[in-house]
């Protein structure tokens, strides 16, 4: 992650084209321009200001429609002429109502349900099972995990897609519960995926059998 604090863009040659990407499932947003001003105020607020260029003044994305840009990080590009944002939208990016102003499909990933698990882990809402799974504790959650993962595998012996679709559906979130109880990120894990993957010749054979451990 960077310190986007400490980022110091060209702004010699104009106005700064900027990219917004949503944070957890790198959606492109929009594209819009800042000038230092802007850029200062973004750092300051931790929300996305750009400059119009139409309106020919500063302006804070979602300042009409309440749909801000939260900064999550930012990165200069190798020119330091260009800047990507990593933003948590609070709801769709374009005037059209449109999640993104490229008209892309909506992508979902693995920190979406990390996102989603954490918040409702910062609320009190009586009525979120993962506030349930959360309050019961660690051998409530690893218990389901457990359960839905057999209904997984008892899908694919049935060779019912749809069946094994939803169940894995099911194990994904409650691996994310688990996770979020046991302090670990997805990025974490990750990076431990991406560090074997590196690897090749990786297989160590079979495991021994539970009663030779």
Same mark, same amino acid.
């Given at each position: 992650?960077?310190?986007?604090?400490?980022? #110091?863009?060209?702004?010699?040659?104009?106005?700064? +084209?900027?990219?917004? #990407?949503?944070?957890?499932?790198? @959606?492109?947003?929009?594209?819009?321009?800042?000038?230092? =001003? $802007?850029?200062?105020?973004?750092?300051?607020?931790?929300?996305?200001?750009?400059?119009?260029?139409?309106?020919?003044? *500063?302006?804070?994305?979602?300042? !009409?429609?309440?749909?801000?840009? $939260?900064?999550?990080?930012?990165?200069?590009?190798?020119?330091?002429?260009?800047? *990507?944002?990593?933003?948590? +939208? %609070?709801?769709?990016?374009?005037?059209?109502?449109?999640?993104?102003?490229?008209?892309? +499909? !909506?992508?979902?990933?693995?920190? @979406?349900?990390?996102?989603?698990?954490?918040?409702? %882990?910062?609320?009190?809402? =009586?009525?979120?099972?993962?506030?349930?799974?959360?309050?019961?504790?660690? @051998?409530?959650?690893?218990?389901?995990?457990?359960?839905? %993962?057999? =209904?997984?595998?008892?899908?694919?012996?049935?060779? @019912?897609?749809?069946?094994?679709?939803?169940?894995?559906?099911?194990?994904?979130?409650?691996?994310?519960? *688990?996770?979020?109880?046991?302090?670990?990120?997805?990025?974490?894990?990750? =990076?431990?995926?991406?560090?074997?993957?590196?690897? #090749?010749?990786?297989?160590?054979?079979?495991?021994?059998?539970? #009663?030779?451990?």
């Amino acid at each position: 992650m960077s310190k986007y604090t400490t980022l #110091q863009p060209d702004f010699t040659k104009g106005l700064l +084209p900027v990219i917004l #990407q949503h944070y957890t499932n790198k @959606d492109v947003r929009m594209m819009g321009y800042m000038n230092e =001003e $802007a850029f200062e105020l973004t750092k300051k607020e931790k929300v996305v200001w750009f400059y119009s260029r139409s309106k020919d003044r *500063l302006w804070k994305k979602g300042e !009409s429609s309440g749909n801000i840009q $939260a900064v999550k990080d930012m990165h200069l590009d190798c020119d330091q002429d260009a800047l *990507l944002i990593h933003v948590d +939208p %609070a709801g769709p990016t374009c005037h059209t109502g449109s999640e993104s102003c490229f008209n892309l +499909p !909506s992508t979902f990933t693995l920190k @979406d349900i990390e996102a989603t698990i954490s918040n409702r %882990a910062a609320s009190s809402d =009586e009525k979120s099972y993962t506030n349930y799974l959360l309050n019961e504790g660690l @051998d409530k959650t690893a218990k389901k995990f457990g359960e839905e %993962a057999f =209904e997984v595998v008892i899908g694919a012996k049935n060779k @019912d897609k749809e069946e094994v679709k939803n169940e894995a559906a099911d194990v994904l979130y409650h691996l994310g519960v *688990l996770l979020y109880q046991s302090g670990v990120s997805i990025s974490e894990v990750e =990076e431990v995926l991406a560090a074997r993957h590196a690897k #090749q010749n990786n297989f160590k054979g079979e495991r021994k059998s539970v #009663q030779d451990w």
